[in-house]
Every structure is written in structure tokens, then in C-alpha cells.
Nanobody, 128 residues
């Protein structure tokens, strides 16, 4: 069975850091791009970042550029999202997702087409 298992989020103060992980199983990791979405109450889902498992190319939303870093450990079939300088507006439920192909395709379709696989959401709360 396909699984995307996200790590537990948490509560952190503004300016702090948190790392999320997404462990993938049940599909060929190198053939997929994996990334993160988030959704805050009353807001639309937003693509945060993604990475190609094959070549490591990445994309970021403007709102997180310079603060968040996505990385991949192909030996562990795991993608990480390091979140630094967190702001209260980063508060959301974060979802891990995967789509067949590269990060450019993931990023292109993030607002229009469904991802192939989704993980369960994890709450990240940033207090001011």
C-alpha cells in the first residue's frame, strides 16, 4: 500500500524552527516529486515546496523562500521540510503529497490538478 507518513508538527514560538518529515512507501521514490501543501483555517490550500527525488530540483512558494528548505534522503525514501524563522502566518495544517514526474510538473499542477498521493495532515502552530 502507498503511504506518505508525515511527522508530527507542533507548537513553536515566532522566530523558531521546526522540521517536518514525510516517509514514503509503496511506490518507486525516485520516479516521483514530493512536496508540501498547507491550509490555514478559512484559506485555500497553498503549495509550499516540492523536490524531485531524481535530481533534487526544488520549488518554493514566495511566502517561504529563504526560510524553508526542502531536502530528500533517497536512501530512506524520506523528504524533509526545515522551517526556520517561523511566523504566525505559517500556522496551518501541513500535508505531504507526491506526484509522478519531476518537481516542475508538481509545481505546475499544484493549484489545478490532484496529486497522485496524499499523506494525512499535521498541525503546525506558530505563536506570536
Amino acid at each position: 500500500d502507498v503511504q506518505l507518513q508525515a511527522s508530527r508538527g507542533g507548537l513553536v514560538q515566532a522566530g523558531g524552527s521546526l522540521r517536518l518529515s514525510c516517509a514514503a512507501s509503496g511506490f518507486t521514490f525516485d520516479d516521483y516529486a514530493i512536496g508540501w501543501f498547507r491550509q490555514a483555517p478559512g484559506k485555500e490550500r497553498e503549495g509550499v515546496s516540492c523536490i524531485s527525488s531524481s535530481d533534487g530540483s526544488t520549488y518554493y512558494a514566495d511566502s517561504v523562500k529563504g526560510r524553508f528548505t526542502i531536502s530528500s534522503d533517497n536512501a530512506k525514501n524520506t523528504v524533509y521540510l526545515q522551517m526556520n524563522s517561523l511566523k504566525p502566518e505559517d500556522t496551518a495544517v501541513y500535508y505531504c503529497a507526491a506526484t509522478f514526474g519531476g518537481s516542475s510538473w508538481f509545481w505546475t499542477k499544484r493549484n489545478y490538478y490532484g496529486m497522485d498521493y496524499w499523506g494525512k495532515g499535521t498541525q503546525v502552530t506558530v505563536s506570536s
